[in-house]
């Protein structure tokens, strides 16, 4: 399998991907392993997960270096998405013994009480746009409940899940709990043909779908973390209509649009719609792109040389259908998948643009009467992770945003995930959570005790 550089496309490393034999080998030897993790004490993994949480912050440049490599993500933005991921260690640090401690419920003659039990062995199939926020969000917490994972990194980030497992073993964790399964797609298909405890999936819809239509018949928990087409409102009385539009180009571009939870789509309301238009504009205009190994570059390649013809087919889409590209619109020449940002207005929602995940440096601007015509277009998506309103007026805000499908909402903020509260998508954008209190139990299952003396 070769691992490739997003910026030059010249080959990084190669490595064997993993055999049907070796994955077998590999949960045979987790299924040992996870018996003898599950007996240590919760306090006692738990010193293990914050060792892990040091190393990686004292070695936190080579692997911002490493991520950039394999990624093309932005050296700022690498050495950002390391510092942000380690919030996930304070909030195991804090949380982890209250969630899963047992849980008295009744006492007396007969006595009642909850236990949080591991899954066992479970599978952590994971994306390359954030391999640590969306990584840590899975095998953290499931180590610290006492699971055994299989990892499976995007072939996108297999150097970094390397590193993952490096580092975790070095911090103490036993070598037959956590194990990185090298390769592509048909790596995972192994994984779903294993008898495993769960399966924890972070990825495209279309491959979630796959996954839990596969292991179904397992009836063992089945978490998707999926895509998006997460829209953002700015309503006529916000503050600042510069700022207002600084901040929506960041939630669109920031790591070139390769977040799950990005902005894909902003209806700005007229009174204020040609001065957003403007001054967003001239923001994406003054974006440095370029070598993602140079501190100042904010947009680099993007990680996956084939989402270029889809963003690219995107904009035809829009165009043919009397869309206006405002700025980019082209693949840069020569090496590397360097797309330049796109910003597209006189949108509407027949154009693909405005309806399919795109994953990449490009924007649609939607200009729009009222808050009805807001809530109706953010509504008419088949995803659900989360939505954004800019404005001064709270209520306001609120009333569109409560009655939207979706797993998370922002007033006058967008694109951010916090560990204290649930990361769930509602329809098309997935099934459970993963952070909050929720995202603790999700790694374990309950036991009721009745005790009589
Ligand atoms: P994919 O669905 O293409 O891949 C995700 C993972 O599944 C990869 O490890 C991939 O392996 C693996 N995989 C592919 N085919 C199979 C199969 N048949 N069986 C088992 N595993 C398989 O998604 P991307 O990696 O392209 O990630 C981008 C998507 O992830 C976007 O839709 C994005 O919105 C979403 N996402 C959602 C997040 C959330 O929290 N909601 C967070 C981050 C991303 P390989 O890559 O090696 O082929």
Not at 129 to 144: C, D, E, H, Q, R
Not at 188 to 213: K, M, P, R
Request: aromatic share 10%.
């Amino acid at each position: 399998m070769k691992i490739i550089n997003p910026a030059t496309n010249t080959v990084i490393k190669e490595l064997a991907p993993e055999t049907k034999e070796s994955v077998t080998n590999k949960i045979n030897l987790l299924k040992e392993g996870q018996r003898e993790w599950q007996a240590v004490p919760v306090a006692d993994r738990l010193k293990v997960i914050l060792r892990f949480g040091e190393l990686v912050q004292a070695n936190l440049e080579e692997l911002a270096a490493l991520l950039t490599l394999e990624t093309g993500k932005p050296i700022q933005q690498a050495i950002n998405e390391i510092r942000g991921a380690h919030s996930r260690l304070v909030h195991l640090e804090k949380n982890t013994e209250k969630w899963l401690s047992p849980e008295v419920m009744t006492e007396g003659a007969t006595r009642e009480h909850i236990e949080y039990e591991p899954l066992g062995v479970i599978a952590n199939i994971s994306a390359w746009n954030f391999p640590y926020n969306v990584g840590y969000n899975v095998f953290l917490y499931a180590l610290v409940a006492g699971n055994a994972v299989c990892y499976k990194p995007s072939e996108f980030a297999t150097l970094t899940g390397l590193k993952f497992e490096e580092l975790l073993l070095e911090a103490g964790v036993p070598e037959n709990v956590f194990s990185t399964f090298i390769g592509a797609g048909e790596v995972g298909q192994y994984l779903l043909e294993a008898d495993l405890d769960g399966y924890f999936f972070t990825g495209s819809y279309a491959t979630g779908v796959y996954i839990a239509t596969q292991v179904a018949a397992k009836l063992v928990p089945v978490q998707l973390e999926l895509g998006g087409k997460d829209p953002l409102y700015v309503m006529d009385d916000v503050a600042d209509v510069k700022q207002a539009a600084i901040n929506a180009a960041e939630g669109a571009f920031y790591n070139n649009g390769q977040s799950c939870c990005a902005v894909e789509r902003i209806y700005v309301q007229e009174a204020i719609y040609d001065a957003f238009v403007s001054a967003f504009i001239e923001e994406v205009k003054g974006y440095k792109m370029g070598d993602p190994t140079s501190l100042d570059t904010f947009i680099g390649p993007v990680t996956r040389p084939q989402q270029i013809d889809l963003i690219l087919s995107q904009m035809e889409d829009a165009l043919i259908s009397g869309a206006e590209l405002r700025t980019g619109g082209y693949k840069v020449e020569g090496a590397g998948n360097f797309i330049t940002p796109t910003v597209l207005t006189g949108v509407n929602h027949q154009m693909r643009l405005m309806k399919e995940e795109s994953f990449g440096p490009i924007i649609g601007i939607q200009r729009v009467k009222n808050d009805a015509e807001a809530l109706q277009l953010m509504g008419d998506t088949e995803y659900g992770l989360t939505a954004a309103v800019f404005s001064r007026d709270k209520d306001r805000a609120r009333a569109v945003l409560e009655k939207l499908p979706v797993g998370t909402v922002y007033w006058n903020c967008c694109d951010r995930v916090s560990p204290a509260v649930p990361w769930s998508g509602r329809k098309h954008s997935g099934l459970g959570a993963t952070l909050g209190y929720q995202g603790i139990r999700a790694f374990v299952q309950p036991k009721s005790y009745h005790l009589r003396d």
